[in-house]
T-cell receptor, first 111, second 114 residues
Framework: SQQGEEDPQALSIQEGENATMNCSYKTSINNLQWYRQNSGRGLVHLILIRSNEREKHSGRLRVTLDTSKKSSSLLITASRAADTASYFCATDAGSNEKLTFGTGTRLTIIP | NAGVTQTPKFQVLKTGQSMTLQCAQDMNHNSMYWYRQDPGMGLRLIYYSASEGTTDKGEVPNGYNVSRLNKREFSLRLESAAPSQTSVYFC?????????????FGDGTRLSIL
């Protein structure tokens, strides 16, 4: 079963706007990770946030984690056409370091 | 820097045929994974290997077998392909420098079963 559910399933915004996508999960986690997938390619790791962290930044990316609500959000600021991709959250919830992936958000940046 | 390499990139099989998907990583990682990706379902773990010589089932192992040939290579075998196994298959590896290491993915094998 999917641990993470992402919202929205699809998002289209104008270039330069900010994009926010959300991830909800079901069980306690060790960390939560966000990955990007360009069309026809594999997933690329973007950012990891540990269960004891509430916010993390990396360049134009900002991730928040609310363990009481079992949710996370990914904010991409000042979006670019190159940000067009699918974005997946993944949770590490066990002792064997397997990841469980959400269903993804498909982001389209309109030039 | 090749990272994770998967072969073939595309394959069409007939129902009942067998084939092996190959995966190799050059990052000296202990952990390797096989996923399948279907529309609207994200990635689901088929099998994983925490180290050379060990393999464990993931969420959807039925119809598949794996071999961890050595530290670099982790293959996925379909013994008797079924149309339900039409999917995109991804291999990934993970480093061992403590917890919180990301997974590194290949570009996938697109498999169609007729």
């Amino acid at each position: 079963s999917q641990q993470g559910e992402e919202d929205p399933q699809a998002l289209s915004i104008q270039e330069g706007e900010n994009a926010t996508m959300n991830c909800s999960y079901k069980t306690s986690i060790n960390n939560l990770q966000w990955y990007r997938q360009n069309s026809g390619r594999g997933l690329v790791h973007l950012i990891l946030i540990r269960s004891n962290e509430r916010e993390k930044h990396s360049g134009r990316l900002r991730v928040t984690l609310d363990t009481s609500k079992k949710s996370s959000s990914l904010l991409i600021t000042a979006s670019r056409a190159a940000d067009t991709a699918s974005y997946f959250c993944a949770t590490d919830a066990g002792s064997n370091e397997k990841l469980t992936f959400g269903t993804g958000t498909r982001l389209t940046i309109i030039p | 820097n090749a990272g994770v390499t998967q072969t073939p990139k595309f394959q069409v099989l007939k129902t009942g045929q067998s084939m092996t998907l190959q995966c190799a990583q050059d990052m000296n990682h202990n952990s390797m994974y096989w996923y399948r990706q279907d529309p609207g379902m994200g990635l689901r773990l088929i099998y994983y290997s925490a180290s050379e010589g060990t393999t464990d089932k993931g969420e959807v192992p039925n119809g598949y077998n794996v071999s961890r040939l050595n530290k670099r290579e982790f293959s996925l075998r379909l013994e008797s392909a079924a149309p339900s196994q039409t999917s995109v298959y991804f291999c990934a590896s993970r480093g061992d420098r403590g917890r919180d290491q990301p997974q590194h993915f290949g570009d996938g094998t697109r498999l169609s079963i007729l």
